[in-house]
């Protein structure tokens, strides 16, 4: 004899079921979330002469992907300004065009690499590493970039866009006579030279660069876990290579 229907114990039965496949589900979805692996933070290196458009790019870059952007141009002028005992050592080799020693350069960088926002969105690194050493110094401390840029820029080029930058001491943003003149005549009133952005300084620092730049270049060619992009400093040929 056939079993009579029952509705009553069939939502039961239903409604067990789909208790069972909604906690299967649930625990599927969570060991693949647990074993899913982690999409890696930037971590970039932005490399160029003085004068060959790093402080635009690296605009572009914080604000297409939000990334912590670690200036040690900026840092170290901030030092120097406000006289701090690191400022009054590093102060010598800016005024002269040289490279601040590496102890002093990398003991900023590594403090804000180690910062909370760093340390989620990632980080862009500007103006380090410029010797071999400091490439070095950074990879003893596992201060490894995922994504290298080189941004190639003939000499005249970098020239040409340093000796015509002014800076606004105001809120510390970078203005071009020619390409990127002040948006105002109050802002344009204040503006001022940075102490290395004159022909003799210039000179010197493209001299250094070039001295130091197959060095800290072949690094990070050498490098399995860094990708290596060398491109003209277009924000289109940019952000072509940038995918992290």
């Given at each position: 004899?056939?079993?009579?229907?029952?509705?009553?114990?069939?939502?039961?039965e239903?409604?067990?079921?789909?208790?069972?496949?909604?906690?299967?589900?649930?625990?599927?979805?969570g060991?693949?979330?647990?074993?899913?692996p982690?999409?890696?933070i930037?971590?970039?290196?932005?490399?160029?002469?003085?004068?060959?458009?790093?402080?635009?790019?690296?605009?572009?870059i914080?604000?297409?992907y939000?990334v912590?952007?670690i200036?040690?141009?900026?840092?170290l002028?901030?030092?120097?300004?406000?006289?701090?005992?690191?400022?009054?050592?590093?102060?010598?080799?800016?005024?002269?065009?040289?490279?601040?020693p590496?102890?002093?350069?990398?003991?900023?960088?590594?403090a804000?690499?180690?910062?909370?926002?760093?340390?989620?969105?990632?980080?862009?690194?500007?103006?380090?590493p410029?010797?071999?050493?400091?490439?070095?110094?950074?990879?003893?401390?596992?201060?490894?970039?995922?994504l290298?840029?080189l941004?190639?820029?003939?000499?005249?080029?970098?020239m040409?866009r340093?000796?015509?930058?002014?800076?606004?001491?105001v809120?510390?943003k970078?203005?071009?006579?020619?390409?990127?003149?002040?948006?105002?005549?109050?802002?344009?009133?204040r503006?001022?030279?940075?102490s290395d952005?004159?022909?003799e300084?210039?000179?010197?620092?493209?001299?250094q660069?070039?001295?130091?730049?197959?060095?800290v270049?072949?690094?990070?060619?050498?490098?399995?876990?860094?990708?290596h992009?060398?491109t003209a400093?277009?924000?289109?040929?940019?952000?072509?290579f940038?995918?992290?």
């Amino acid at each position: 004899e056939k079993p009579r229907f029952d509705a009553k114990n069939l939502r039961t039965e239903m409604f067990r079921f789909a208790a069972a496949s909604t906690l299967a589900g649930a625990t599927a979805y969570g060991v693949y979330q647990y074993t899913k692996p982690k999409k890696e933070i930037p971590k970039i290196i932005i490399s160029g002469g003085p004068g060959s458009g790093k402080g635009t790019q690296c605009e572009n870059i914080v604000e297409k992907y939000g990334v912590k952007h670690i200036s040690t141009g900026d840092a170290l002028r901030h030092h120097v300004k406000t006289g701090t005992e690191l400022g009054k050592e590093a102060k010598g080799y800016m005024d002269r065009g040289d490279l601040v020693p590496d102890d002093l350069v990398i003991g900023i960088c590594r403090a804000e690499m180690e910062t909370p926002e760093a340390k989620k969105n990632g980080w862009l690194l500007d103006g380090m590493p410029r010797t071999k050493a400091q490439c070095e110094a950074l990879d003893a401390m596992k201060l490894v970039p995922n994504l290298f840029l080189l941004l190639d820029v003939p000499d005249e080029v970098m020239m040409e866009r340093a000796c015509g930058r002014r800076q606004d001491p105001v809120t510390r943003k970078i203005y071009h006579v020619k390409y990127k003149p002040a948006p105002s005549e109050e802002i344009a009133k204040r503006l001022i030279i940075r102490s290395d952005d004159t022909v003799e300084k210039m000179t010197n620092r493209i001299k250094q660069y070039h001295k130091n730049f197959e060095a800290v270049s072949g690094f990070y060619k050498d490098k399995s876990s860094t990708r290596h992009r060398k491109t003209a400093s277009s924000s289109e040929d940019l952000m072509r290579f940038f995918v992290v």
